[in-house]
């Protein structure tokens, strides 16, 4: 039986959930969670098998999926609104185990916390659609180990890490830094080899995991 634990600043929300997991043979509810300091709190103290998180609520982001991932085997399930593709690629980059709607059938929502605590990833067909029409190749998805904060970074390896992440291109990164577009291309690609990933997205990962950038400023959580 798994132990799981909600997260959802939403009270009605979080006591739904609840009753729709107990009357389908899930009692192993082992709190609720308004924000992330509660969220983290619990985690701690009850250790969970699965976190049921609604990361755009008031209180709770992307960086919320990070600061879990960074504690062990938990695994977690996304219960949110409808949102844009932008939010759905750096969810999941954060690492999401599975995701469903609000607005799901409630036997879908119940079989994604059984598949997701059984260690298989699971995405509502609400969710695959828009994964779809907003061409996302879940299998490029690169997520960042958590281990990757330990990696010896120089000081300016770091700079032109956060400038990637807010956008910069390498002209225009050599134009603040005052080096060549050589000097960049040499940094990204030993930064690339530090952090052992192959992309872009991947540092931008890192950056939002080691605190270089806001997560927030990738978090657009309206609806479609």
């Keep these: 039986m798994p132990r799981i634990l909600i997260a959802d600043s939403h009270e009605l929300a979080s006591c739904g959930l609840h009753a729709t ?13 308004r924000n992330e300091g509660e969220l983290m709190e619990l985690v701690d103290h009850f250790s969970p098998d699965v976190v049921v998180l609604d990361f755009v609520a008031d ?14 085997r938990l695994r977690i399930l996304a219960l949110t609104d409808a949102q844009t593709g932008t939010t759905l690629v750096h969810a999941l980059r954060a690492g ?10 409630l036997l879908e929502i119940v079989e ?23 061409g996302i190749d879940l299998e490029s998805l690169d997520v960042v180990d958590p281990s990757c904060a330990g990696v010896s970074l120089s000081k300016r390896e770091l700079e032109v890490i956060r400038l990637i992440a807010e956008g910069f291109t390498n002209p225009q990164i050599s134009e603040r830094l005052f080096v060549s577009t050589h000097t960049v291309t ?4 030993n930064i690339l080899q530090k952090l052992g990933v192959n992309n872009t997205a991947s540092v931008v990962m890192y950056a939002v995991q080691s605190g270089l950038v806001s ?7 309206q609806a479609r």
């Design 96 to 105: 999401l185990d599975g995701y469903v709607k609000k607005d799901c059938d």
């Design 186 to 189: 040499t940094h990204r690609r």
């Design 59 to 72: 209180g709770f982001s992307v960086e919320t999926i990070v600061k879990l991932k960074a504690k062990g």
């Design 21 to 33: 997991l107990r009357s389908h043979g899930l009692d192993e509810v082992v709190g609720h969670a």
């Design 112 to 134: 994604a916390v059984k598949e997701t605590h059984r260690g298989r990833k699971f995405y509502c067909g609400q969710i695959l659609e828009a994964i779809r029409e907003e």
């Design 215 to 221: 997560p927030n400023r990738f978090l657009f959580g």
